[in-house]
């Protein structure tokens, strides 16, 4: 996955990180937080604040110890929010921590760590699909379809930390 986009949903006034899958067309749309998106947009613009971000605090923290993140996969949906899972490696050690997603993109753009999402989570978002008895999901992910189909850059507004 790439960071494909960065923007500001009008409707919600929200921070939308939109994720596209490498060589495909599948995307995956993340609202999150506006503390992340600024770290996100800072690193995909290559500018360096003056003072360490906590990302970049992250990143020295987890080089210093010798560690070094491999993989970044957003690897499901509990309760409308997305799950993340870092895999470190260290020495002979594996690691595999539970992160927000916003957090995760930010360290693996800081990192040149690359970002998987499950297959599921992309079916999900292209179909719509769901276990049964959660229509509410099912309305959620008809909604997102709607949006998606309709999205063009005016309708997602350019985040300016």
Do not use: C
């Amino acid at each position: 996955m790439a960071v494909a986009h960065l923007g500001l949903d009008r409707t919600s006034n929200t921070p939308v990180v939109i994720l596209r899958e490498d060589g495909g067309e599948r995307t995956l749309p993340i609202w999150i937080g506006a503390p992340e998106a600024a770290a996100i947009a800072l690193e995909l613009r290559g500018e360096k604040p003056a003072r360490p971000m906590t990302h970049d605090l992250l990143k020295a923290m987890l080089t210093g110890l010798g560690g070094e993140l491999r993989r970044v996969t957003i690897a499901g949906l509990r309760d409308n929010t997305y799950l993340a899972k870092l895999l470190v490696y260290r020495g002979e050690a594996i690691f595999e921590l539970d992160a927000r997603p916003s957090d995760s993109i930010a360290l693996a753009l800081r990192t040149n760590t690359p970002i998987f999402a499950s297959e599921e989570l992309l079916d999900r978002s292209v179909t719509g699909t769901e276990e049964p008895g959660h229509e509410a999901a099912r309305d959620q992910a008809e909604a997102l379809k709607r949006f998606l189909a309709r999205l063009n850059p005016e309708d997602l507004g350019r985040f300016q930390p």
